[in-house]
């Protein structure tokens, strides 16, 4: 049996993220799944559907250190994390970070 892909997602909680995260777990056979992504309530709620199917992780993607963990051993890093507006305006500083860094 061919071994199954290991695939990191970040932002998987927002609206391309959550589409990807969906159809990846159509075809969990061929992969496995690690989401990587903020903590909030939000997340939680939004992740607890497949918390059979993946594996969360909760982090900060501006934290080098988060990062150098969580893509230790991974095949493919689909990186959908993002600050778009109207919070991308409001704090450019942020968006950067998190966008460009």
């Known amino acids: 049996m061919k ?3 290991k695939i990191l ?3 998987a ?3 391309v993220g959550q589409a990807v995260l969906k ?3 159509t075809i969990k056979n061929k992969y496995e799944v690690t989401v990587f992504d903020k903590k ?3 997340t939680i709620n939004k992740f607890k559907p497949y918390k059979d199917d993946i594996e969360i992780v909760y982090g900060d ?3 080098v250190n988060d990062i150098i963990k969580i893509v230790h051993n991974k095949d493919v890093v689909i990186h959908l994390a993002a600050i778009i507006p109207p919070l991308a305006d409001d704090k450019p500083v942020l968006s ?3 966008n460009v860094e």
């Open 9 to 11: 997602l970040t932002g």
């Open 61 to 63: 993607i501006r934290d």
């Open 3 to 5: 071994a199954r892909r």
């Open 40 to 42: 909030s309530h939000k």
């Open 96 to 98: 950067y970070q998190v």
């Open 23 to 25: 159809e990846l777990c």
């Open 13 to 15: 909680s927002g609206t």
